[in-house]
């Protein structure tokens, strides 16, 4: 867990800090624009991500300031992490215990997981945007998750680029070869991870439906086989286009079993519950499996959700083996959040514990 957190022209903050005091659920409040989200994006970024906004390093100094910034944090363990970024550099910088490390080297310390009112829209929105919500969940326990995606959508780039060239057989052998390996391996990481959380599920199903998935799901062994053999099939142009299956089709569907229905077509609210109850899993899949206490940060944790729904959100922060920073405009609206520290926000202006 975070014990305390420094940002230095971090986004509209000049300088800010948050003494966490070992609180499970850090509550900041205030009003729009105030720098809540800022906060939140802070911790993202430690966790060595982009950040929960995925913005360009430049877009996140603050305005007026040096042109860089810098976040620090302090770990129940003593340990402590930063991650910075100076004008001039390509990229930002990670810090462990003072000492130069690898970005990479910091989801070692800090494990982080959010949801932000963009993904509020998560079940209706289109299937690009719940596959790469679910990737991103999935390579919390699959480091090479991620590369693998980046790296199937390269591939079936230079797959169409070498079709429209006209390219010989051997050479599109040679990609439909790598395209389908990648393929089983990200929808083999998919349905993985759509088991194992659905088992700390208890009012929602996960399921992942696509073509290669269903290889897998039908005979696995002969999956990418399968796979490489439809690729072989389908090297024409349509309307000089590539139209192909693959895992960049599929989708994920999540089941509301408490009123028996597709979270899509339930209200927002009802949506909003089930992502939460998403997110906790999530939570508790990553504490099994890593022994880790992962930081789940929820911004505007509150819209949508009526007294009652709110009521079991911060019965289920209760039992989270999680730290929780969770944003929100009225500081009423959690008021019976346990073990929580409460921080205001105004102007880029952090006052802790209220």
């Given amino acids: 867990m975070i014990t305390r957190l420094t940002l230095t022209d971090f986004r509209n903050h000049e300088f800010g800090r948050v003494d966490t005091r070992g609180a499970r659920n850090i509550i900041i409040t205030g009003p729009n624009g105030a720098g809540k989200t800022a906060i939140l994006e802070a911790v993202s970024i430690l966790g060595g991500h982009r950040g929960m906004r995925g913005a360009a390093m430049t877009d996140i100094a603050r305005f007026g300031g040096v042109g860089g910034f810098s976040v620090h944090a302090e770990l129940d363990n003593q340990t402590e992490v930063a991650v910075s970024f100076s004008p001039g550099d390509a990229n930002r910088r990670a810090r462990i215990d003072g000492d130069a490390a690898p970005l990479a080297d910091l989801a070692k310390h800090i494990r982080v997981v959010w949801i932000t009112p963009r993904e509020d829209r998560l079940f209706v929105d289109s299937a690009s945007e719940r596959r790469a919500f679910f990737d991103r969940l999935a390579a919390a326990f699959d480091a090479t998750h991620s590369g693998r995606v980046a ?65 897998i799901i039908q005979d696995a062994p002969a999956a990418e086989g399968a796979y490489l053999a439809y690729l072989r099939e389908n090297r024409a142009l349509i309307g000089d286009k590539m139209l192909v299956d693959g895992p960049h089709k599929s989708d ?103």
């Avoid at 959508?153 to 390996?181: F, H, P, Y």
């Avoid at 022994?291 to 009521?311: G, K, N, T, V, Y």
């Fill in 151 to 215: 790296r199937f959508s390269k591939l079936m780039s230079e797959r169409a680029a070498a079709i429209k060239a006209g390219a010989n057989t051997r050479w599109l052998d040679a990609l439909d070869a790598q395209i389908a390996a990648a393929a089983v391996s990200i929808a083999a990481a998919r349905i993985q991870y759509a088991g194992e959380v659905n088992y700390f599920l208890k009012n929602a199903a996960v399921s992942v439906t696509g073509m290669v998935e269903s290889m």
């Fill in 252 to 354: 994920f569907g999540v089941f509301n079993n408490a009123l028996n229905l597709p979270a899509h077509i339930t209200s927002t609210g009802q949506q909003k519950s089930v992502l939460l109850d998403l997110i906790l899993a999530h939570a508790q899949l990553m504490h099994e499996k890593t022994f880790a206490q992962p930081i789940i940060l929820l911004d505007e944790a509150a819209a949508h959700l009526d007294s009652a729904a709110r009521m079991r959100l911060f019965s289920a922060l209760s039992n989270a083996c999680a730290q929780v920073w969770a944003t929100g405009l009225d500081k009423s609206a959690f008021a019976d959040v346990p073990d929580a520290a409460f921080v205001t926000c105004n102007n880029g202006a952090i006052n802790n514990i209220v």
